[in-house]
């Protein structure tokens, strides 16, 4: 891997072209900064009427930050806007999406409780006073089926999945006469079918006129389906407005990354060991006490990494908390001898569960506590650190600076609260502190989201090293690539339910998609995915 | 123009107790301006506070008796608010410990004649077990079924307070009269005083072995929660619950543990109120310790060292407050230290600035 | 035991609780605890006595009364909206704030006699109805009848309208709201001010209408309280609110006359005039609301509805968004 210069740029088309129509958008020298983090540094943007333009970087490079400015919440320190040519100066998003340009973020903002309609219509002063549910439901109905977005409008939001809810959300800009949209990573929470129909909604309200921004960390996808292409890289544009067509999944990589990145994993063939997990037979609701899983079983043995492929909210969570004792379950779930099912969490870490969560600011850490409490918390009931009901200071805090050290977690001091870390130091706390208990499972839930590529691949070294310890490792993740590069072998889990199951260097993507989103038996590919030249193409 | 607020990112302990004192002056330049308002003197008013609790040997010791209540209800509050246990029920708890330890000799449940060695020890307990249970309620309640234990602790109040009334007016009223007979010489806690035959000096000194109940209290609390697993559970579960259910810690006994505690903390700060300084039971015997008791924690910022401090503070306030006209203004005072702490808290979590530009929800 | 004149004079006490627990439905709903209902209650009581003993007017004292209340309660809005405080310690500060300075502007003034009250009526037609005519519609006090429209009024309001929807859009997900360009702090205040308002009324309810006079603290006596735990009964409902204040209302009557019957059921009462039993009686109503308190949070976990999803927490728009 060439870890030279950067990547020179195909020639630009970047900018406006002389003579050519006014942007719909343009941002020029916008800079944000954050404490401690300077998000835009001089960023400039354009974007065309009836353009799909991709915004390209990896995790923390300043696209959300610039797309949240262009949107009205957030001011910029320095720089301008202009829409259509005139400057423009949004104090709030309502007022950006009253001039015609509304962004769908990544994390909704839907009101759960409220329908489909109630949410389309909150903000406007149409109804002006009374509320008529019938002729509101129907209007919104008739604009769904004219831009092919199937929603029911009576349905409440928690009882969507994630694809109609975001269909909610585009909905609410197009109600409101958005001319340009803005994405954020919006296949994040897709599986690969639901992603080709989204992308043919793109397309059909670009070549209705409509302008679309496209913010995304997924060569691929980008490439598939961006006219044009910036690349952002620590809060600077490495690439401004290349034309999609001529590009390379390895340019693109250099321009966000400063080198190719191919994550070529070292993963030894091992031949597991003695089963570990054993779920038999579980079943489970979720918190709106909606079957999340259903007579689900699977085994996962001493030094392999089972990866668990889902697209978001088919119990995937609560299958994690069900093993780590967080959640009560029907059905068996064994740790070696140990019944851990419906046993309280302690039962679950004596029997040697470590569990990396989802959440990691809210569940895996205490933020007020410093790191050295946070780094004790799965060993202070044990000498050394506990000594009788007392807690041996010193001990604890020669632990906490070991950890620190060998796992490299960038912090002033072990004194310093937990919430001043960043998200990838935070995950490195976490994970320090769930294989120094020596672990006979690991549970990893989206160990790598919202991480930069240096974290992502610390947390993927130390899976694999772990796996050759003999650590039993249940990997639960929604990126694909991350589960083939790591797994032994995947599973598919579909509401609730296992539905297939692969060895890694059998398994294909698609027919995984396919089994993500229900369709269909395994084997047998359908005619999906045409227009996704990115999946298999240029070197990956 | 609008109000921006950005987290702090590490705050020196001498800010936030800078901050803290600077609230404490800002609230009495408050309440000095509305002592004003209503047509009284300030300056005089505080003077006169800091000469009725401070003046002398005589008034300090008057100060330190209003402080042990605070102490143990203060402590109480403390403990429970560590673990965002909202115990607003520290006055019916405090109410049921007096009525406990009244019930030892008023029943009474040791014979007549039985030695102070006893007679106390088992006021005490009857004291926490009472206060114990007052507790014991709403941390069930709240443990098993997620009920909110500020109306359930508010509510035992004013039930402690009528049950007691219930007692004093009825079995154990003293000639029709709205108290109890007085208690036995055993059952009264030793005073200072009680030394003048030896050392003079001590004469009408009326600070009384409850003082020292607080004190030892604040100390195995401090300990506990600093040094012990266990205090280490309690300050996990109120930075966060869910990384303490996480981390295995059983939350819904520890609730009714601490709860438990709590309340019988309190109800030793009753049992010591009415033997030490009452000698009966009656119908007032808490010019609303129990409240007082919050606005302590939160000022001592659940430190119990600090706890005893802040309870001088008030009971020094509680002491000259009696004499001060208009009569709700010890009361009001209290209200505008509560909210000066509660700016003062903004002020240490976070930066605070205005900002042209911005346009807020 | 006249049962109609007990359900009656229950109607009026209910009155009290009613409109305070609406006026906090109100607060709640937009996200924000306001647990100083009992101060603001004890100042509406106060400044409405107050004004109708020096000025002759019950009404202005009323206004007065709505007005002072209203003004508390920002003092809280500011603190939690503004200011990200905790908004259960900032309650309760609100609480001994409002106690304090009741106790302290009403210093002298319970011995003030021949206040002009606030006006009864009967109406006519609606009183002839049997058994509801004579509880609801016979010699109630204007404001009871007041009470009867708000109820209605609230609910339409938070169910039927476009700013009832995004009152509840910002208590239940201030993000959404704020998204769609919903002025979210202008809303909590705004609301924050109703209840606070709403609890003025009930305060100048009690001194100047239904149980008139000023008796310090004992005036208001915890039913700003249970005005707060009547909201989570009545799970953010005004309709099941007013039900639920009905039901106290009654209670409290009922307390005070069975004092003074001889015999319950063919036994002897224990309730006599002067009895300690009494005091075990008093506690009833405070037993009841945890009693309703607990069902109502049951209710809410069975039903997985509850209370506002964002009730209690401060919003801040996402600068560092997700």
Not at chain 1, 42 to 57: K, N, S, T
Not at chain 2, 337 to 350: C, E, H, P, Q, T
Request: with cysteine; glycine share 12%.
């Amino acid at each position: 891997m060439t870890d030279a210069a950067e990547a020179t740029p195909p020639p630009p088309e970047a900018g406006p072209a002389a003579g050519a129509p006014v942007p719909a958008l343009e941002a020029r020298g916008i800079v944000k900064a954050f404490p401690g983090v300077l998000a835009n540094d001089a960023v400039d943007f354009d974007l065309r009427p009836g353009e799909i333009h991709a915004l390209l970087g990896e995790n923390g490079a300043g696209k959300s930050t610039l797309m949240n400015i262009l949107a009205g919440l957030y001011r910029p320190d320095a720089g301008e806007i202009l829409l259509d040519g005139r400057p423009v100066a949004f104090r709030s998003p309502r007022e950006a999406i009253a001039a015609g340009l509304g962004m769908v973020h990544q994390h909704f903002t839907l009101v759960p409780s409220q329908t489909v309609t109630e949410n389309v219509l909150l903000g406007l002063s149409k109804p002006r006073f009374w509320l008529r549910p019938a002729a509101s439901d129907a209007e919104v109905a008739g604009l769904a089926s004219r831009y092919g977005l199937k929603v029911d409008p009576e349905a409440r939001i928690w009882q969507l999945s994630v694809g109609e809810q975001q269909r909610v959300e585009i909905l609410k800009l197009l109600y409101r006469g958005a001319r340009i949209l803005i994405m954020d990573e919006p296949t994040a929470v897709l599986a690969p079918q639901e992603i080709e129909a989204m992308m043919r909604t793109l397309r059909s309200m670009a070549a209705d006129g409509r302008s679309i921004v496209f913010i995304s960390h997924k060569l691929g996808e980008v490439l598939a389906i961006a006219d044009r292409i910036t690349v952002m890289r620590h809060g600077r544009v490495t690439a401004a407005g290349i034309p999609a067509a001529g590009a390379t999944r390895t340019d693109l990589a250099k321009l966000m990354v400063g080198r190719a990145v191919f994550d070529v994993l070292d993963r030894a063939p091992i031949e597991p060991g003695p089963v570990v997990l054993d779920v038999r037979g579980v079943s489970a609701e979720n918190d709106r006490a909606l079957p999340a899983l259903r007579d689900l079983s699977l085994q996962v043995r001493a030094g392999e990494i089972l990866g668990i492929a889902a697209v978001a909210g088919n119990g995937q969570s609560e299958l994690a908390e069900v093993i780590t004792a967080l959640r009560p379950c029907r059905g068996s779930v064994r740790i070696g001898d140990q019944e851990v099912a419906n046993r309280s969490t302690a039962t679950a870490i004596k029997a040697g569960v470590a569990h990396v969560p989802e959440d990691r600011t809210g569940v895996g850490t205490s933020p007020n506590l410093s790191l050295a409490d946070n780094l004790i918390m799965k060993r202070y009931t044990a000498p050394p650190i506990a000594r009788g009901w007392f807690i041996d200071d010193d001990a604890a805090r020669h632990m906490a600076q070991g950890l620190k050290d060998t796992y490299s977690i960038a912090a002033p001091s072990i004194d310093t609260e937990a919430r001043l870390l960043s998200g990838g130091n935070l995950q490195r706390l976490i994970i320090a502190r769930e294989i120094d208990t020596g672990p006979r499972l690991m549970v990893a839930v989206q160990p790598t989201r919202g991480l930069d590529v240096g974290a992502i691949e610390t947390v993927h070294m130390t899976l694999l090293r772990r796996r050759e310890a003999g650590t039993a490792i249940l990997l639960i993740s929604e990126e694909l690539d991350e589960l083939l590069a790591l797994a032994d072998r995947i599973a598919v889990l579909y509401e609730g339910r296992i539905v297939g199951m692969f060895p890694a260097e059998t398994a294909d993507i698609h027919e995984i998609g396919l089994l993500m989103t229900g369709g269909g038996d395994p084997g047998g590919p359908e005619a999906v995915t045409a227009a996704t030249p990115g999946a298999s193409g240029d070197g990956a | 123009m609008t109000l921006v607020l950005e987290p702090r990112e590490t705050v020196s302990r001498r800010f936030v107790w800078g901050v803290t004192f600077a609230a404490l002056l800002v609230a009495l330049l408050i309440s000095g301006i509305v002592i004003w308002w209503v047509g009284g003197d300030p300056v005089r008013s505080f003077l006169h506070i800091v000469d009725s609790a401070f003046g002398s040997v005589g008034v300090i010791s008057d100060t330190l008796v209003k402080a042990t209540p605070l102490i143990l209800t203060g402590l109480a509050c403390s403990l429970a608010f560590r673990m965002r246990l909202w115990n607003i029920g520290a006055e019916g708890q405090f109410l049921l410990g007096a009525w406990g330890a009244s019930a030892v000799v008023l029943f009474p449940l040791l014979p007549a004649g039985t030695p102070a060695i006893i007679v106390i020890p088992a006021m005490m307990l009857a004291g926490a077990v009472a206060g114990g249970l007052w507790g014991f309620i709403p941390g069930v309640l709240r443990a098993r079924l997620g009920v909110s234990e500020i109306i359930v602790t508010l509510m035992l109040n004013y039930v402690a307070l009528l049950w007691i009334q219930y007692w004093v007016f009825g079995a154990w009223s003293e000639a029709g009269f709205q108290q109890t007979k007085p208690f036995p010489p055993e059952a009264v806690l030793p005073r200072l005083t009680d030394l003048a035959e030896t050392f003079p000096a001590l004469g009408g000194l009326t600070v009384h072995l409850g003082l020292i109940f607080g004190i030892v209290a604040a100390s195995i609390m401090w300990v506990a929660l600093e040094r012990t697993r266990w205090g280490y559970e309690i300050r996990l579960i109120g930075d966060s619950p869910r990384a303490a259910e996480y981390a295995g810690i059983d939350i819904r006994r520890k609730i009714i543990v601490v709860f438990v505690i709590s309340g019988a903390l309190a109800g030793l700060g009753g049992m010591s109120e009415v033997s030490g300084v009452v000698h009966r039971l009656q119908d007032h015997i808490s010019p609303g310790y129990g409240f007082t008791a919050i606005i302590i924690a939160y000022l001592a910022r659940f430190g119990p060292f600090r706890v005893i401090v802040a309870s001088i503070l008030f009971g020094a306030l509680i002491l000259a407050g009696r004499e001060i006209q208009p009569q709700g203004i010890p009361a009001m005072v209290q209200g505008i230290i509560l909210f000066a702490l509660v700016g003062s808290d903004v002020l240490i979590r976070y930066r605070v600035r205005f900002d042209r530009r911005l346009a807020t929800a | 035991m006249d049962f109609i004149a007990i359900l009656a004079a229950g109607v009026a006490s209910g009155t009290i609780l009613a409109i305070a627990a609406i006026g906090e439905i109100f607060a709640e709903r937009s996200g924000v605890l306001n647990l100083g209902v009992e101060g603001m209650m004890l100042v509406g009581a106060v400044a409405a006595f107050s004004i109708a003993v020096s000025t002759g007017s019950p009404w202005l004292g009323v206004l007065v009364a709505m007005l002072a209340a209203g003004l508390l309660s920002q003092l809280h809005a500011v603190m939690t909206i503004h200011f990200r405080a905790d908004q259960v310690v900032s309650g309760l500060a609100l609480t001994f704030l409002g106690t304090g300075l009741a106790r302290v502007l009403g210093e002298g003034l319970s011995s003030a006699r021949d206040v002009t009250l606030v006006g009864r009526t009967t109406i006519p037609l609606l009183a002839d109805v049997p058994v509801i005519g004579p509880i609801f519609f016979t010699d109630q006090s204007t404001l009871t009848y007041a009470a009867y429209l708000l109820v209605p009024i609230a609910s339409i309001w938070i169910a039927r309208t476009r700013p009832g929807l995004h009152l509840r859009a910002v208590g239940e997900s201030p993000a959404a709201a704020d998204a769609q360009g919903i002025r979210v702090y202008v809303t909590r205040y705004a609301y924050v001010f109703v209840g606070g308002v709403l609890a003025g009324l009930a305060g100048a309810a009690i001194s100047v209408a239904i149980y008139p006079g000023w008796f310090g603290d004992q005036t208001v006596n915890g039913r700003g309280w249970i005005a707060i735990g009547l909201v989570i009964f009545a799970q953010w409902s005004p309709v099941r609110a007013a039900l639920g204040a009905l039901l106290f209302g009654a209670i409290f009557r009922f307390i005070i006359d069975i004092q003074g019957v001889g015999t319950i059921l063919g036994f002897q009462s224990p309730f006599t005039a002067g009895s300690s039993a009494n005091f075990l009686l008093g506690m009833l109503p405070y037993v009841l609301v945890i009693v309703v308190v607990v069902i109502g949070s049951r209710e809410a976990v069975r039903k997985r509805v509850g209370a506002p999803a964002a009730l209690g927490r401060p919003y801040v728009r996402g600068e560092r968004g997700a």
